[in-house]
């Protein structure tokens, strides 16, 4: 098994904070008063920021609720899969991560830490086979097993 892990923390401590979402209070209505409610807008989705570099197309993604989404890119030139974690709005550094892997040999590399806006890139020749990746935005995860396939999957060992 190989596992390449690479980690960042901004500040001497890092310290894990839980965000608490307080509701306003209703408001009283008045007798025969109609309340109306406008439907929440859907968060934009992340867009892909090109850290992966030149050659890279994404290929697949998922987003990770309404905090940002995780891209899945390809090089066919060099056979390497990426993987970047990408925030719908930067801001104060969160715990984010990228991950991708394979299952036979089983290898998994990841970038985790805490940062503002993204995380990755993590790189994998994975040429063949049937990756698994993944991205985290403070606890919130999203990714595909199995996935983008190569045309030699089934006859790698």
């Not at 401590?13 to 608490?20: F, Q």
């Not at 408001?27 to 439907?39: I, L, S, V, W």
């Not at 892909?48 to 899945?72: D, E, P, R, W």
Request: charged share 10%; net charge positive; with cysteine.
């Amino acid at each position: 098994m190989t596992i390449i892990r690479r980690a960042s923390a901004i500040g001497a401590a890092v310290t894990a904070c839980a965000a608490i979402a307080l509701a306003p209070a209703a408001a009283a209505a008045e007798p025969g008063a109609q309340r109306t409610t406008a439907a929440p807008k859907a968060a934009a989705a992340a867009k892909y920021n090109g850290a992966c570099g030149g050659g890279y197309s994404v290929v697949n993604s998922a987003q990770i609720g309404t905090k940002g989404t995780v891209f899945l890119t390809y090089s066919s030139a060099t056979g390497k899969n990426c993987v970047v974690t990408v925030r719908t709005t930067p801001g104060t550094a969160v715990h984010m991560t990228a991950s991708l892997g394979f299952a036979s040999p089983t290898t998994t590399v990841s970038d985790t830490g805490y940062y503002t806006t993204y995380a990755g890139p993590v790189y994998l020749d994975a040429r063949g086979l049937c990756v698994t990746w993944r991205g985290e935005i403070s606890g919130e995860v999203a990714g595909k097993n199995g996935t983008n396939c190569g045309s030699l999957a089934a006859n790698r060992h």
